[in-house]
C-alpha cells in the first residue's frame, strides 16, 4: 500500500519561502507523477504542479512564478518551494500521487497533509 | 482553464436515501477525465470514482458517476452515516487541473 507523508515547518512570515518534503513508502516513486494540491477555506482545493520522477514539471499559472517542484528518487521523496509568502498561501498542502503513470490523470494516492500558517 | 461547477452547495438527506450530486464544466471534458473525490473533516480527499463512471479499488457500488461533456452526476445510493462529508469533483482534461468548490452532504 502507497504512502504519502508531508513534512515541514508550519508556521511562516510573510516574505519567508514555504518548503515542503513529500517521502513516498511502500512503493517507488519511479514510473509516475508526483503532485502538490492545497486546500484553504477562501479557495477550496488548488492544484499547485506535478513532478515526473524523471525531473520534468508543469505549474499552475496562478502560482508558476513563485513555486518549484523537485524530486530525489535516490530518497524516494519529493518537494516544494513557494517563494515570498504571504497570508493567502496559508493552507493545508497535500502530496499526491498521479495514477497510471501518464500526467492525465487522477490522484489516487494522498497524503494525510500538513497545515502551512502564514502570520507575521 | 477549465472551470468547474457543483450543485447544489449542501444536500441535507436522510440514511437511507439516494444523492445526486452535480458538477458542470466550463469547456467539454472529452475524454471524461473527471474524478470525484470524498473528504471528511480533518482528513485528505479520497478518490472515489475516476473516468467520469469507474470506481476506485474498495469503493462501494452504492457510489456511481455518469455523464459526459460537460454535465457529470455523483449518485450515492442507500446513504449510509459514514457517506455524510463534502465531494469534490476535479478535472484532469487539460492543464492547470482543477476541482469544483464542493457539495455537502448532511444529514436532515
Known amino acids: 500500500q502507497v504512502q504519502l507523508q508531508e513534512s515541514g515547518p508550519g508556521l511562516l512570515k510573510p516574505s519567508e519561502t514555504l518548503s515542503l518534503s513529500c517521502t513516498v513508502s511502500g512503493g517507488s516513486i519511479g514510473s509516475y507523477y508526483w503532485s502538490w494540491i492545497r486546500q484553504s477555506p477562501g479557495k477550496g482545493l488548488e492544484w499547485i504542479g506535478y513532478?515526473?520522477?524523471?525531473?520534468?514539471?508543469n505549474y499552475n499559472p496562478s502560482l508558476k512564478s513563485r513555486v518549484s517542484i523537485s524530486v530525489d528518487t535516490s530518497k524516494n521523496q519529493f518537494f516544494l518551494k513557494v517563494n515570498s509568502v504571504t497570508t493567502a498561501d496559508t493552507a493545508v498542502y497535500y502530496c499526491a500521487r498521479i495514477a497510471t503513470g501518464s500526467s492525465w490523470s487522477h490522484f489516487d494516492y494522498w497524503g494525510q497533509g500538513s497545515l502551512v500558517t502564514v502570520s507575521a | 482553464e477549465i472551470v468547474l461547477t457543483q450543485s447544489p452547495g449542501t444536500l441535507s438527506l436522510s440514511p437511507g436515501e439516494r444523492a445526486t450530486l452535480s458538477c458542470r464544466a466550463s469547456?467539454?471534458?472529452?475524454?471524461?477525465?473527471l474524478a470525484w473525490y470524498q473528504q471528511k473533516p480533518g482528513q485528505a480527499p479520497r478518490l472515489l470514482i475516476y473516468g467520469a463512471s469507474r470506481r476506485a479499488t474498495g469503493i462501494p457500488d452504492r457510489f456511481s458517476g455518469s455523464g459526459s461533456g460537460t454535465e457529470f452526476i455523483l449518485t450515492i445510493n442507500r446513504l449510509e452515516p459514514q457517506d455524510f462529508a463534502v465531494y469534490y469533483c476535479?478535472?484532469?482534461?487539460?492543464?492547470?487541473?482543477?476541482f469544483g468548490p464542493g457539495t455537502k452532504v448532511d444529514i436532515k
Open positions: 469547456q467539454s471534458v472529452r475524454s471524461n477525465n
Open positions: 476535479e478535472q484532469y482534461e487539460s492543464s492547470p487541473f482543477t
Open positions: 513532478i515526473h520522477y524523471r525531473g520534468g514539471t
